[in-house]
């Protein structure tokens, strides 16, 4: 049996985690998983941030823009994205971020805030518009009582496009069956309860990890279901924790499998 190793980039590798094992299945329909994927950047970025995050037991938020609505510009919330798109359907979301994934329970990050994207369409557009503008000027000069506001504003700063374009389009917004986490459903460990006790946050919050000007999302490694990697890269995958690796290739092949 190997120990874990020690690459050139510093990332320790455990060997036995590479073993392809069966791969997980879910109905098709309804996945119960939500996958983080990296790769969209290439599969050097991708297979070097899956092996940080697997490492380091966190994910970074960053700035995601609410698309085509007025003020998006303001509410500036940083958040973290998944997707529960089934396994074996994953072939072409992954054609547009990546062949490496970090897939949760999905019951373990809706127990910490995660919930779907609020999908909007187009004739719902004004509503959205009103309802934004609305959520600024809280922002700015506050009339609802805290407990309200914060309510309104963790929902609504899901919202997405239905789609930019034809709504039956294969890149329509909703068929990346969007999942999010953002600040405000993520508190500092000691502030948790103090959040809770002023109505800031629900009841269950996951926890919020700061260090400078990033902000992370500090996760349980019993939350992780497993690995996602293409078979030819799973040796430069850093997993001192021993998550179970998958092949992208066995997950996506399941579709063909069954055709």
Same mark, same amino acid.
């Given at each position: 049996? &190997?120990?874990?190793?020690?690459?050139?980039?510093?990332?320790?590798?455990?060997?036995?985690?590479?073993?392809?094992?069966?791969?997980?299945? %879910?109905?098709?329909?309804?996945?119960?998983?939500?996958?983080?994927? $990296?790769?969209?950047?290439?599969?050097?970025?991708?297979?070097?941030?899956?092996?940080?995050?697997?490492?380091?037991?966190?994910?970074?938020?960053?700035?995601?823009? &609410?698309?085509?609505?007025?003020?998006?510009?303001?509410?500036?919330? *940083?958040?973290?994205?998944?997707? %529960?798109?089934?396994?074996?359907?994953?072939? *072409?979301?992954?054609?547009?971020?990546?062949? /490496?994934?970090?897939?949760?329970?999905?019951?373990?990050?809706?127990?910490?805030?995660?919930?779907?994207?609020?999908?909007?369409?187009?004739?719902?557009?004004?509503?959205?518009?009103?309802? &934004?503008?609305?959520? /600024?000027?809280?922002?700015? #000069?506050?009339?609802?009582?805290?407990?309200?506001?914060?309510?309104?504003?963790?929902? =609504?700063?899901?919202?997405?496009? =239905? #789609?930019?374009?034809?709504?039956?389009?294969?890149?329509?917004?909703?068929?990346?069956?969007?999942?999010?986490?953002? *600040? /405000? $459903?993520?508190?500092?460990?000691?502030?948790?309860?103090?959040?809770?006790?002023?109505?800031?946050?629900?009841?269950?919050?996951?926890?919020?990890?700061?260090?400078?000007?990033?902000?992370? =999302?500090? =996760?349980?490694?019993?939350?992780?279901?497993?690995?996602?990697?293409?078979?030819?890269?799973?040796?430069?995958?850093?997993?001192?924790?021993? /998550?179970?690796?998958?092949?992208?290739?066995?997950?996506?092949?399941?579709?063909?499998?069954?055709?």
């Amino acid at each position: 049996m &190997l120990d874990a190793q020690k690459t050139t980039s510093g990332i320790h590798v455990n060997r036995n985690s590479v073993k392809e094992m069966n791969a997980p299945t %879910d109905n098709g329909y309804i996945s119960d998983y939500l996958i983080h994927w $990296t790769g969209k950047d290439g599969d050097e970025h991708g297979a070097r941030v899956l092996s940080i995050i697997a490492s380091d037991l966190r994910l970074l938020l960053s700035y995601n823009p &609410l698309h085509h609505f007025d003020y998006s510009d303001k509410v500036r919330v *940083e958040m973290v994205c998944f997707t %529960d798109v089934p396994l074996c359907h994953s072939k *072409e979301h992954c054609g547009r971020y990546g062949r /490496f994934g970090i897939a949760f329970q999905k019951k373990k990050l809706m127990c910490v805030g995660a919930q779907p994207v609020f999908y909007a369409s187009q004739p719902c557009q004004n509503d959205m518009h009103t309802i &934004l503008h609305f959520l /600024f000027e809280q922002m700015q #000069s506050l009339t609802l009582s805290p407990e309200v506001f914060h309510a309104l504003y963790r929902h =609504f700063y899901f919202i997405q496009d =239905f #789609s930019v374009g034809p709504v039956d389009s294969p890149d329509a917004c909703y068929y990346e069956r969007e999942w999010r986490l953002g *600040e /405000f $459903t993520l508190a500092p460990k000691e502030d948790h309860f103090c959040h809770m006790q002023e109505g800031y946050s629900p009841a269950h919050t996951g926890e919020l990890v700061k260090e400078g000007d990033k902000k992370y =999302f500090h =996760f349980e490694k019993e939350w992780v279901a497993f690995l996602v990697v293409p078979r030819s890269c799973q040796s430069r995958i850093g997993n001192p924790h021993g /998550f179970q690796i998958e092949s992208y290739e066995s997950l996506v092949s399941m579709c063909e499998e069954e055709k």
